[in-house]
């Protein structure tokens, strides 16, 4: 048999397996032990071949970003600057119809830049926006289906999780991708916002009919900039030092991480016995991540050892579908995987097969990354599996909202991230124009 039969016989049972329900990490391990046992003919040389693979994968100095922004949005979360954004976003936008709904993606998108972490964002503001929207007359299914749409900001603003990911992945500059991912994050909060507004003003039975009025929700002068200028200082802080060139995505981490803590302590909602549960969540978080990584650097070199990615990327090429067919395949490939994997599977499982493939197309590796990520939030708002879905299901107190619920609630969201993902693969500038 030769190595690249052996590279389509791994990459088949590596499907079969994660389908059949095997922790994806274990399944891209052991397939590319095997794979490579059976290239080399010897397991020896395979375990030593993909040892040196998980050494090089977590020894690189960027790898220090993924634990400092996971511990970064924990505190964050913990210490009651959620609830602190949605009160300023319902505030700002309290005149608008649906403006609940708006402020709750507002809030969002405020969190976002400060966390990262979309499952944070859906667990936080389940509890915080969706029983105050059901209380002013939203309908359950929206007041779902906004939190979950909402939530996949997370992904896209800087920092994110998933394009540190991605930039481990292919080597690219971590701070280029989080400024190339502003103008796409802010252009899909802006849609979501006029998605919401277009709703309540000609779908009045999907989105409430008799909504009350938020205005006794209303803040004070001096309480929004009570809870606004902690939460707009830390997205300065770490934002603005990484574009100024003040400091490096790591570094930004970690005074992020520093920052969030000493506003926690000043404004007396951060306990050390949080900060220890803190640390725990985020060295839970950090391996598993870890663990994902590592496996994916093993089924890169079991790939490369194979031949597969080259011979895939000369079959597209004499394919003759041209740059967009294989864009447009990878974008729909991307979308229908997200229906059973999460999405660092799915970046950590396509995004070795396609680099051989796009790089001698000369496509832009960042614009490439941005597309991306936004194929892979598509995923997570998608039956049967659907992340933040599953994460709102779970934070949830109500046990007559059903997960089919927060998947119709959700729907409307997905399609404005596809109308979005046309327009940057449309327009290409949208993300790397401000590089």
């Not at 007359?137 to 906004?146: A, E, L």
């Not at 974008?331 to 097969?353: E, F, H, K, N, R």
């Not at 939030?377 to 599996?385: A, K, N, V, W, Y």
Request: glycine content about 10%; proline content about 4%; aromatic content about 10%.
């Amino acid at each position: 048999m030769s190595p690249f039969e052996i590279g389509l016989w791994a990459l088949g049972a590596m499907v079969v397996l994660v389908y059949l329900g095997l922790y994806v990490p274990i399944a891209l391990m052991l397939t590319s032990w095997l794979g490579v046992w059976a290239i080399k003919g010897s397991p020896i040389l395979a375990g030593k071949l993909l040892a040196l693979a998980a050494a090089d994968s977590i020894s690189s100095y960027f790898f220090g970003v993924v634990p400092l922004f996971v511990l970064m949005g924990y505190v964050v979360s913990i210490s009651g600057m959620g609830r602190d954004a949605f009160d300023v976003a319902n505030h700002l936008f309290r005149r608008f119809r649906g403006g609940l709904g708006i402020g709750t993606i507002g809030a969002n998108a405020i969190f976002a830049a400060i966390t990262g972490i979309s499952i944070a964002s859906a667990a936080v503001f389940t509890r915080i926006a969706v029983p105050e929207m059901v209380r002013h007359g939203y309908t359950k299914r929206f007041s779902v289906g906004v939190v979950a749409g909402s939530s996949v900001l997370g992904m896209l603003i800087p920092p994110s999780l998933l394009l540190i990911l991605y930039g481990l992945l292919t080597e690219q500059s971590v701070g280029d991708l989080f400024i190339a991912g502003i103008i796409p994050g802010l252009l899909l909060a802006l849609i979501f916002a006029i998605g919401v507004y277009s709703m309540a003003r000609f779908f009045p039975s999907f989105i409430g009919e008799n909504l009350s009025s938020n205005d006794e929700d209303m803040l004070t002068g001096k309480q929004v900039m009570a809870k606004g200028l902690p939460v707009s200082g830390l997205i300065f802080l770490v934002l603005g030092g990484i574009y100024a060139g003040f400091f490096t995505p790591i570094e930004a981490g970690a005074i992020g991480a520093l920052g969030a803590m000493i506003i926690g302590f000043a404004k007396r909602t951060l306990s050390w016995r949080d900060i220890w549960k803190v640390l725990t969540d985020t060295g839970l978080v950090t391996a598993a991540i870890c663990f994902l990584i590592i496996s994916a650097q093993m089924y890169s070199r079991m790939l490369a050892l194979s031949g597969l990615p080259n011979e895939f990327g000369q079959f597209v090429a004499t394919a003759d579908i041209g740059f967009w067919g294989v864009i447009l395949a990878y974008v729909a490939l991307v979308i229908v995987m997200g229906t059973i994997l999460d999405s660092s599977s799915i970046m950590l499982i396509l995004v070795p097969l396609m680099l051989p493939v796009v790089v001698p197309m000369q496509v832009d590796l960042i614009w490439f990354g941005i597309i991306t990520v936004l194929a892979v939030e598509i995923g997570l708002l998608t039956p049967p599996f659907g992340i933040s879905v599953f994460v709102i299901k779970s934070a949830l107190d109500d046990e007559s909202i059903s997960l089919g619920d927060i998947f119709i609630g959700a729907a409307p969201f997905a399609a404005m991230m596809l109308i979005v993902l046309a327009l940057v693969l449309a327009f290409p500038m949208l993300a790397t124009i401000l590089i």
